[in-house]
């Protein structure tokens, strides 16, 4: 997956002239950053690793803004922007169908009680053989970062070379058909 | 590179399509569990009762197994039998007697009650495997702190110890419940909770609906797992949800009611659901009585909220009622409680035209002299203390600290140390809109002054041992701390969400001195061994 975007990188230097959809792309990077930062109150009580990585991301998204919309950007930046926003959305995607991010935001796993405090920590139902269910939290703001970021995705992609740009959209192609092939072998859920 | 190369005219349907099948993914995957909430349990949805088709059945009343002059005795043992909430489901419970709710015990004031604790649980929790140490608390009593169900103060599996209640409180609706450190949830759940109730002479003299029509309404949520047995989930220790609301431990029951009115004994034993009642005919009905005993005037209201381990009694009249008409007790709900399908639906009550005892059927404009803590003033109060109820790097705190750290200065600690008779203003911050906290403070009744400077709600007017602590919410508490020849001690104040409570939303104080009379742990501690006659 990842790989197929990496080729989409072209050669440094190209500068692009400013354009609605250069700008386009810079204002959709900065609101998600700022929906980033709403993201990092969200999630004041997951510890600091979780809030610092929103607020991390929100930098790195308004810095790219800032240079999306002032600065030469190059094609190699543009393919940064892209290959980064689309790891964003990936990890987004896994962090809400899977429990792979779960011991970051919290979540235990030991189903024993253990040391003086004795606390118990599960991560699924419990008395008798069960599945592990979840009370989700509707995800509007991720719904709403996802969407402008994939619209920055795609302006960016836009200001691309064809050729880098086919690449990246055939290799976002692939993505999505995986991640649809993961969902219906139950990976993803 | 030309510009029509670079231009987002470049970008045709099918380039969008291409993205659409990544977008639709991300944007639609992470709403499947939300939109598939409706329900928790995994056992079929047939095996489940539809709303309403359960009879309605109060908890059993204990009976003593001794008296005598000033003491009434009880025994109570704690084990795991297997009981049907769902008709023709088997169900692994554990249970006061045998029994979900628990049996209720009846208490005169100012005549003592010991009641012997058994625990007979198995060493280790089948599923969770820790070991089932109990600590009952009789919630609402103003105990010495060795018999109030201290955390630390825990009887493994094997062991059993003798509780001693004064009941020098006004007639309240109590109840016992396990407080077990740290998995003061799980054993709720699994069904660990009771009715006390405190009767005195005002009370008895008061022409209130009584006998067949003074009803408990015990309300709790669970889950089932495909086999029947309770499904556990505590959402990363934010709260467990369940999607079948028991009164009584019956799913949604039917009580039948004759024309005239009932007192009902409300008890949130949830163990995270807030419940917003109202009747759904909209008719008003008069909150009597709350956590502490009987307001000084009835409050007449058309809903109530209830956090838990809050309790309010209301009086319902159904003689404006048709015979043959059927009136529900439904939930609103609250905010940061999931709504499951069923989760708004209580108790029915199915208005009858049989015959009735008309006596007694009156809730006078005054109900009592003011409670003590209703007596009370702010002026009085001669310290004021701020409590921050958060969630800090994943643990639940208050002011920043957790009943670990009370654990790790050998429970030394203390929040607050009045002495006997002080009156102090506790003002009790929620700055969180993801959650709310019902915070309970053992030993005290409390008057709720403000909240988030307001009035508190009509229903809230009364002596409290809990008080709903709202999202974004700031409430302010007036108490008097025991009184000079009163229990003192270590006493503890946490959250009433027990995984909260459990992880860790606790911390104690200490009223006047800690001395070895009254150490919670080592003063009357559990016993091994044979018991020795009641």
């Known amino acids: 997956m990842s790989a197929a975007v990496e080729q989409v990188v072209p050669a440094a230097g190209v500068r692009h002239p400013a354009t609605p959809v250069r700008w386009a792309a810079a204002a959709a990077t900065a609101v998600a950053g700022g929906l980033h930062v709403a993201a990092a109150v969200q999630h004041l009580g997951a510890g600091d690793l979780v809030v610092g990585f929103f607020l991390a991301t929100a930098l790195a998204q308004v810095g790219a803004a800032a240079w999306l919309a002032l600065g030469p950007a190059t094609d190699r930046f543009l393919g940064t922007v892209v290959l980064g926003t689309v790891g964003l959305v990936v990890l987004y995607l896994g962090g809400h169908t899977t429990d792979l991010l779960d011991p970051f ?12 405090t004795g606390h118990t920590a599960t991560t699924g139902p419990v008395a008798l053989d069960a599945e592990p269910t979840e009370v989700p939290e509707p995800p509007v703001l991720g719904t709403v970062t996802v969407a402008v970021e994939l619209l920055g995705t795609l302006a960016a992609a836009a200001l691309l070379p064809a050729r880098a740009r086919r690449l990246v959209l055939d290799g976002l192609l692939a993505l999505g058909a995986l991640v649809w092939l993961l969902w219906l072998a139950g990976v993803l859920g | 590179m030309s510009n029509t190369s670079r231009s987002a005219l470049a970008l045709d349907r099918r380039d969008l399509l291409k993205v659409g099948l990544l977008g639709t993914a991300a944007l639609a995957l992470p709403w499947q569990g939300v939109l598939s909430a409706k329900s928790v349990s995994r056992i079929s949805s047939g095996r489940i009762p539809r709303p309403y088709t359960v009879p309605f059945a109060s908890p059993p009343v204990l009976a003593p197994v001794r008296r005598d002059a000033t003491t009434d005795y009880y025994r109570i043992e704690q084990t795991a039998f297997t009981g049907q909430i769902l008709p023709g489901v088997n169900t692994p419970l554990w249970g006061y007697n045998g029994s979900v709710p628990g049996p209720t015990i009846k208490a005169q004031r100012g005549r003592r009650t010991v009641v012997r604790q058994v625990n007979k649980l198995p060493a280790v929790h089948p599923t969770l495997r820790y070991t089932p140490w109990t600590s009952t608390h009789l919630h609402g009593m103003p105990s010495e702190p060795q018999y109030d169900g201290y955390a630390g103060d825990n009887s493994l599996p094997g062991q059993w110890k003798d509780y001693v209640y004064p009941n020098a409180c006004e007639a309240r609706t109590l109840w016992y419940h396990d407080h077990g450190v740290h998995h003061t949830a799980e054993n709720v759940y699994m069904g660990l909770a009771g009715l006390y109730l405190v009767s005195d002479a005002v009370e008895s003299a008061l022409p209130l609906p009584r006998g067949p029509y003074d009803v408990p309404l015990v309300l709790s949520d669970v889950a089932f797992a495909e086999n029947g047995s309770l499904l556990w989930e505590d959402n990363s220790h934010s709260g467990v949800y369940g999607d079948v609301n028991l009164v009584n431990g019956r799913p949604w029951p039917t009580l039948r009611v004759a024309r005239r009115r009932y007192r009902f004994r409300i008890l949130n034993a949830s163990i995270a659901r807030g419940y917003r009642l109202r009747l759904s005919n909209g008719q008003p009905f008069q909150v009597i009585a709350t956590d502490g005993g009987l307001m000084a005037a009835p409050q007449t209201v058309t809903q109530i909220t209830v ?8 009086v319902v009249d159904f003689a404006t009622v048709a015979a043959g008409q059927r009136v529900q007790l439904v939930n609103l709900g609250v905010a940061n409680a999931p709504d499951y399908d069923h989760s708004g639906k209580v108790v029915q009550f199915e208005v009858t035209g049989d015959a009735f005892d008309p006596s007694n059927n009156t809730v006078p404009a005054t109900l009592a002299p003011p409670h003590p803590a209703m007596a009370l003033t702010a002026a009085m109060a001669t310290t004021t203390r701020r409590m921050r109820l958060e969630r800090s790097n994943g643990l639940w705190t208050i002011n920043g600290k957790t009943w670990d750290d009370v654990e790790d200065g050998d429970y030394e600690p203390v929040f607050a140390n009045p002495a006997p008779g002080d009156v102090e203003i506790w003002e009790v911050e929620n700055s969180s809109g993801g959650w709310f906290h019902p ?42 701390f025991s009184s000079p020849d009163g229990p003192h001690g270590r006493y503890m104040v946490h959250c009433h969400n027990l995984s909260h409570e459990d992880h860790d939303m606790m911390t104690q104080f200490q009223v006047g001195e800690h001395d070895a009379d009254c150490d919670p742990i080592n003063a009357a501690p559990p016993r091994s061994g044979p018991e020795t006659p009641l």
Do not use: C, W
């Open chain 1, 105 to 116: 935001l919290g979540h235990d796993h030991a189903a024993v009680a253990g040391g003086h």
């Open chain 2, 307 to 314: 956090g838990m381990a809050e309790r309010y009694e209301i």
């Open chain 2, 439 to 480: 915070l309970h403070i053992h030993l005290v009744d409390f008057q709720v002054l403000s909240r988030n400077g307001r009035p508190p709600r009509p229903e809230e007017r009364g002596p409290k041992d809990v008080v709903y602590v709202g999202e974004n919410e700031t409430v302010r508490l007036l108490m008097r």
